[in-house]
């Protein structure tokens, strides 16, 4: 799975070039994935042999198996690699091609597909080629991808939210319709292992919590608050919990908030 700061990085490359950012979908790209071992499975309801005691063989892999990410991806790693993209020491998820004085970068995450190059007409001879081996969705330009909602503005910048992904959490967590405040900790907030009763939903803590996180990725001025609601997942008191509501009143308010990005003023290189 391609890395949030490549994800950004590759963003940030496109604005300053002035590329279209593309978007494609794998159908089902789990069953693309080829086995290596012999896996054996019950009959599946609707389709058992007179003989109960036969096994299935599978000859692809299925969604559920445990190998079914790995496989998934060596293939479509492997495919990229014959078609010439090499990919980055730094970020296996990201792939380069280069021909001439043309760069186009493929970043993948699962079967969802970001491309991006200095050639339109490359990019097209290339989604060509990966859709004569996997089945493609050419989803136009990019405007969402891993719950993030991209938005061109008038000025050709993007601005990167979590609008949907914050509404929800707070249905989730019964804050819909709180009050929303502008801090999303008080300066006086003294968060310790004791001093209250210990929270009775210590799973919902931690699912909100880990919620928490995810939203740094467009929300980096909540980043203090959440680090410090991060410390108490082991035993989480309802002091805890309390600040954990706050950074939700203050999503409430900020809701539309989220990460600005502009071309960089320092050149268009990209060394990975």
Not at 50 to 58: I, P
Not at 188 to 197: E, H, P, R, Y
Not at 251 to 270: A, D
Request: hydrophobic share 45%; with cysteine; net charge positive.
């Amino acid at each position: 799975m391609v890395k949030l700061a490549s994800i950004k990085l590759i963003l940030r490359l496109a604005l300053t070039n002035q590329w279209k950012l593309a978007q494609l979908d794998v159908n089902k790209a789990f069953l693309n994935g080829l086995l290596n071992e012999t896996i054996y499975m019950s009959q599946p309801p609707d389709f058992q042999s007179s003989n109960s005691f036969m096994v299935c063989k599978l000859n692809r892999v299925l969604y559920g198996l445990k190998q079914a990410p790995r496989q998934w991806f060596e293939r479509f790693q492997s495919t990229l690699i014959q078609f010439g993209f090499v990919a980055s020491k730094c970020d296996p998820s990201l792939f380069i091609y280069k021909i001439a004085s043309h760069n186009v970068y493929l970043l993948v995450y699962v079967g969802d597909v970001i491309i991006i190059g200095s050639s339109g007409q490359l990019i097209q001879h290339l989604t060509s080629q990966l859709n004569s081996k996997f089945s493609l969705k050419q989803l136009g330009l990019l405007d969402y991808f891993l719950g993030i909602e991209v938005k061109t503005l008038h000025d050709k910048s993007l601005l990167l939210t979590l609008s949907k992904y914050i509404r929800d959490l707070l249905q989730k967590t019964n804050m819909a319709e709180a009050q929303h405040i502008s801090l999303s900790m008080a300066s006086s907030c003294k968060l310790t292992k004791i001093g209250s009763d210990f929270f009775s939903d210590p799973t919902m803590y931690r699912s909100v919590v880990c919620a928490l996180q995810y939203l740094t990725i467009t929300r980096p001025e909540i980043c203090f608050a959440v680090n410090k609601v991060c410390q108490f997942m082991t035993y989480p008191l309802e002091t805890h919990w309390i600040a954990v509501k706050r950074i939700l009143r203050y999503l409430k308010g900020t809701i539309l908030h989220g990460l600005h990005l502009k071309p960089s003023i320092l050149g268009s290189s990209i060394h990975y």
